[in-house]
């Protein structure tokens, strides 16, 4: 059984730590005993006397085992942390770090799954890219890539060549967010590829669009939006949005579209939820909320003055909606929400759930777990 693992993507945002998530829930749910690990991560948070990358807390949550900055977030590279290493490299000792924690974890686990940062080359600058992090640590690489042909082949050559240049050994290629309609040729293509290069096409998983669904909460940080109500309801997801101004020329199927978010000024919300709560009469109730959150935009360059009394609509009430509002104006608040890369976290437990769903049905787990080199 291979002893470790390097998950590698080709770039950012194409579901790296989703797909590690996956791996390392999905082998322990076949009884294995797995380790996790990111060696090198870029945005850490601060739990008082834990620093620890976000991603290494989202797996501790769940998978249930006791977080250690030491041994599961060993190297992050914050903010002026290159500058700083540029300056005087002698006194940082990140390789020492990184080896110290696999020596750990690789005697108390079967197999240890290691989660890149980013695309190959992050982390060149300080003498840690991903290529030179598998080396160190010994470790097979699979490389995530993002569904799709040309595009898709023409990324995954340049990050196998860098695994390549330093004698990594890649052992496999996960396609992620195919389409399902594609899935047939996506499969025959890409496969048709990496039969020329000799790697083997370990899995392709579809798109699923409840991944990309972003939360209140993470709306709320992309507007800078101030909480007026229902805070505890903040992990509502987002399916889609409406303008307040717009719902009259909306064509409204209420069976199909669910989860929407109400993005409206505050001279409008009144008319704009009177006019949901009527929608809503005829709905099925078993489809799910219509509406999962309220954004009450301002004029662009200051918050309007709320009055809470204001928003005691029965609408609200019934259905427990968070509402947010921000000084972006109306087209403000869409481009950023429009813009949001949504992130699996600690916030989106079904996200969890989903990944390993998906990874369970889609990759070939003994593929990975019984791999041998073909000589």
């Not at 041994?71 to 110290?100: C, E, K, M, Q, W």
């Not at 919300?269 to 005829?282: G, H, Q, R, S, V």
């Amino acid at each position: 059984m291979l002893r470790s693992v390097y998950v590698a993507a080709t770039s950012q945002h194409v579901g790296k730590t989703t797909s590690t998530l996956g791996l390392v829930a999905a082998l322990s749910n076949q009884g294995h005993e797995v380790g996790y690990c990111k060696p090198v991560g870029q945005q850490f948070l601060d739990l008082g006397q834990l620093k620890v990358d976000k991603d290494a807390l989202l797996f501790s949550k769940v998978m249930n085992f006791e977080l250690s900055s030491e041994l599961h977030s060993p190297v992050i590279l914050g903010r002026g942390a290159t500058t700083a290493f540029l300056d005087n490299p002698d006194t940082f000792h990140f390789a020492d770090r990184i080896r110290y924690a696999a020596s750990h974890l690789q005697k108390e686990n079967e197999i240890v799954i290691y989660e890149g940062t980013g695309h190959p080359g992050v982390g060149s600058v300080v003498g840690l890219s991903n290529a030179d992090v598998a080396k160190m640590l010994n470790s097979k690489v699979i490389i995530i890539v993002e569904g799709g042909i040309g595009n898709t082949i023409d990324r995954l050559e340049l990050s196998y060549n860098m695994f390549k240049s330093r004698n990594v050994e890649v052992i496999g290629v996960i396609v992620n967010k195919v389409l399902p309609e594609k899935i047939e040729k996506v499969t025959k293509y890409v496969g048709m590829h990496l039969e020329k290069i000799n790697l083997p096409l370990l899995g392709v998983l579809p798109f699923d669009s409840s991944l990309s669904y972003p939360i209140m909460f993470t709306i709320a940080q992309a507007i800078n939006g101030r909480v007026l109500l229902n805070n505890t309801c903040l992990n509502n997801p987002v399916e889609g949005y409406i303008s307040g101004s717009l719902i009259d020329q909306e064509d409204f199927d209420t069976d199909d579209r669910k989860n929407l978010l109400l993005v409206v000024s505050f001279k409008r919300l009144k008319e704009a939820l009177d006019k949901i709560n009527k929608l809503n009469e005829t709905r099925d109730p078993e489809k799910g909320p219509l509406i999962s959150g309220v954004v009450i935009t301002g004029d662009g360059k200051h918050e309007l003055p709320i009055e809470l009394s204001a928003l005691a609509h029965t609408y609200i009430k019934e259905n427990k909606l968070p509402v947010v509002t921000t000084a972006l104006d109306t087209l403000g608040s869409v481009v950023k929400i429009t813009n949001i890369e949504v992130k699996i976290n600690t916030h989106t437990p079904w996200k969890a759930k989903r990944a390993i769903e998906l990874i369970t049905k889609h990759v070939n787990l003994n593929a990975i777990t019984n791999y041998k080199k073909e000589e």
